[in-house]
């Protein structure tokens, strides 16, 4: 089984073989193929499928301001101190609320899952989360029996005990922290300064409160770190015993983004030493009873997540590994990203245009895609082998009328070769990755992408 706890077998030669550049492939095809020849038709089409299906609902919110600017990030956000920057962003978000519930029939819809994402979604004044959360049950039909998915990313420096009882007291009960690193050094050359016991304090009182699951975030690769200091981090981490944790390759990007401009290159851990921190982190992971669920996520092993794996359940969308594959994603928001009824669309980036057609009353779309059945046929290969590490042949041509090997002829030398490296076995039945191919699976994915050749182009980050 998949998420079966496992020992990964480090070969540091595959992985200086394989370790190129990828997709992370929480959509297929990737962002990067969204036009804006996506029009108001397309959106007709998505909007005609998506209320024809009855499919449940998942709500995306992008609250995009932070009060603090953290070197690494690579997040669409409005560093500002002033509280009241938020309000008339806020003002337009009701709007498109209301405009994307007429749109996809949100009042006969049940959303499932909600999750406010940024930014830093506590930036926003209590009264106003509150407000917010009114105009979600205003427009869609939220669960109010704790029985829905409702999460949040909450950054420590901004979320006291007084917040947490009110984002409990409206309905999230799963919260998500931005941790990184523990260490001092480290913290004070990314800008994020968090102590442990800041951390420890938010962690104790949302499960006093009752969130019924805590994720952390880390990221390696930051300035400063070794294997040692990342270490005393993971240490510190465990004993805190989050629900899930997601381990993040920081990718340094200075041209891309300006923030990253503030980072010294020759303060960044050698590649060598970042797989050195990865290797170790996995291991004592797994060894503190963890399940590797792929990429870069874990999950204790009675987290709904790997449940969902075990049983055959698991999704990805643009929010990572989802146990609501069946929803229609709506994102809304400045750059959010919506997935429904075989297509993917995203807003403006640029707040200003993003607020222009709110203020005309239009969707404030930008670009987007419409899968055709080919994109549908890759997209189940990829979001099975990136879940679930194993590919059913037969499942495969029942439901798309073609038999896998015929219809993916063309990768068959690179399968090979890939098998007698050990990351796969495959037969007529069945493609399966091995241990030592779960930690490279991008790499796999990407023999079934029809668009890989663009993955060397400097666009996306490294596999590890």
């Not at 956000?77 to 309000?87: F, H, L």
């Not at 009182?205 to 294997?227: E, K």
Request: proline fraction near 5%; charge should be negative; glycine fraction near 6%.
């Amino acid at each position: 089984m998949a998420s079966e706890r496992i020992n990964l077998l480090w070969d540091p030669d595959l992985i200086a073989r394989y370790d190129l550049s990828g997709p992370r492939y929480t959509s297929y095809p990737t962002a990067l193929a969204f036009s804006e020849d996506f029009n108001g038709e397309a959106y007709e089409r998505t909007l005609e499928r998506s209320r024809a299906s009855g499919a449940p609902l998942s709500l995306y919110l992008h609250i995009p301001f932070c009060a603090h600017l953290c070197y690494y990030c690579a997040c669409n956000k409005i560093v500002t101190r002033k509280r009241d920057r938020a309000t008339p962003y806020l003002e337009r978000l009701h709007q498109e609320i209301a405009m994307r519930s007429r749109q996809f029939g949100g009042q006969e819809r049940p959303a499932t899952q909600l999750h406010w994402g940024g930014g830093t979604p506590t930036f926003i004044s209590h009264d106003e989360m509150r407000e917010l959360m009114g105009v979600l049950r205003q427009h869609f039909q939220l669960a109010d029996d704790d029985s829905g998915d409702h999460s949040i990313e909450i950054d420590p420096r901004e979320c006291g005990p007084e917040t947490l009882e009110v984002l409990r007291s409206i309905g999230f009960n799963r919260i998500s922290l931005g941790v990184q690193d523990f260490n001092p050094t480290v913290q004070k050359a990314v800008n994020r300064i968090q102590p442990r016991e800041m951390v420890a304090n938010r962690i104790v009182t949302a499960r006093n409160l009752g969130f019924r699951s805590i994720n952390m975030d880390l990221i390696y690769g930051l300035p400063h770190q070794t294997r040692e200091t990342f270490h005393e981090t993971l240490e510190q981490v465990l004993e805190l015993s989050p629900d899930r944790l997601s381990v993040f390759n920081y990718a340094h990007l200075p041209d891309r983004f300006m923030p990253q401009q503030r980072i010294r290159e020759e303060d960044l851990p050698s590649p060598a030493e970042k797989l050195r921190i990865l290797e170790d982190t996995i291991n004592r992971l797994l060894e503190a009873g963890y399940v590797y669920i792929g990429m870069d996520h874990f999950a204790k092993p009675d987290d709904t997540l790997a449940i969902a794996q075990r049983n055959g359940e698991l999704h990805r969308n643009f929010q990572g590994y989802t146990t609501h594959g069946e929803c229609d994603l709506i994102g809304m928001g400045v750059s959010a990203i919506s997935q429904a009824a075989d297509s993917y669309f995203q807003n403006h980036h640029d707040e200003a245009a993003w607020n222009l057609q709110l203020d005309f009353n239009r969707t404030p779309l930008k670009k987007g895609y419409e899968l055709s059945d080919d994109d549908r046929m890759r997209r189940a290969v990829i979001m099975e082998l990136i879940c679930h590490f194993s590919l059913d042949k037969q499942a495969f041509a029942a439901a798309w009328g073609e038999a896998f090997d015929q219809v993916f002829a063309d990768t068959l030398p690179a399968r090979q070769t890939m098998v007698e490296d050990g990351l796969i076995e495959e037969d007529g039945q069945r493609l399966t990755v091995r241990t030592p191919g779960r930690l490279l699976i991008r790499a796999i994915c990407q023999l079934f992408d029809a668009g890989a050749q663009q993955a060397q182009t400097g666009r996306y980050s490294r596999i590890i």
